[in-house]
């Protein structure tokens, strides 16, 4: 029953928060809207998501309440690209009762922050669901190497964006198609990933640095710190899973 199934759903998301919920729904207006996409289909549009609010100072952070049913995006893609599109200091909640790629979710949240007086400039939120697209699909394509960590892939993501938002500071004008390569290579080496991904790969993250450092974004310091959050976030997460592989080493090297 697909009301039944969209009350569960909606159950998942306010689990915590029954109190002053404001809840509204997505349709094709709204995916043209923020990520600029013509002719959408809603019917595919089943996830759901909860934005609450937080203190100056919080960060991005996204939680996937239904792990096994969002199967391509991760809540360090989400929030990442959140943060391009101008999303600040919030708590994003995602959940589906069935099996969905989860490309479209921001949408949810983009209307969710507007509807609650926030304004969102449409060029940030379509090259957001750009970053989106080309980080799940550098994953995705790396999905079956075991040197591949997509936590490295959001860190560097991270890097490129601190970096492009420096070199526009300190010499007045945008980084020219020889630094955005540059510094894309630089955070890729940074992070291991340069002799792991392709060139092709390589290419789409170029791609999209161009794009990035074209938006308002790269002259926003509310991105930057948030920026600086969501990197706190990752280092301590890859801080764990390096514990752990040193920890499953030893136990191997013991046996």
């Given at each position: ?254 046996s």
């Amino acid at each position: 029953d697909l009301h039944l199934s969209i009350r569960r759903q909606r159950q998942m998301c306010i689990r915590d928060s029954t109190n002053n919920v404001y809840e509204t729904s997505v349709d094709a207006n709204d995916l043209y809207n923020y990520l600029g996409i013509a002719g959408g289909d809603t019917s595919s549009l089943i996830s759901s998501v909860m934005v609450q609010k937080q203190d100056s100072g919080t960060g991005v952070k996204v939680k996937i309440i239904t792990q096994s049913n969002i199967t391509k995006i991760t809540s360090n893609q989400y929030a990442n690209a959140a943060i391009t599109a101008g999303v600040s200091d919030v708590e994003i909640d995602v959940a589906s009762v069935s099996k969905v790629t989860g490309e479209s979710a921001l949408t949810g949240v983009y209307k969710a922050l507007e509807a609650n007086g926030e304004t969102l400039d449409p060029d940030r939120t379509q090259v957001a669901q750009d970053e989106l697209e080309t980080t799940n699909e550098i994953a995705q394509n790396n999905a079956y190497d075991s040197n591949f960590d997509s936590a490295r892939l959001d860190q560097a993501l991270v890097e490129i964006k601190q970096e492009l938002a420096q070199i526009k500071q300190n010499q007045g004008s945008a980084a020219t198609t020889e630094q955005v390569e540059q510094v894309v290579q630089d955070a890729l080496k940074k992070f291991n990933l340069s002799d792991i991904i392709s060139q092709d790969d390589i290419d789409k993250l170029i791609a999209f640095a161009k794009k990035y450092q074209n938006t308002s974004a790269i002259d926003s310091q509310e991105v930057l710190n948030q920026l600086n959050k969501l990197s706190g976030s990752l280092k301590n997460q890859l801080s764990g899973l390096s514990v752990s592989y040193t920890h499953l080493r030893a136990h191997e090297t013991l046996s």
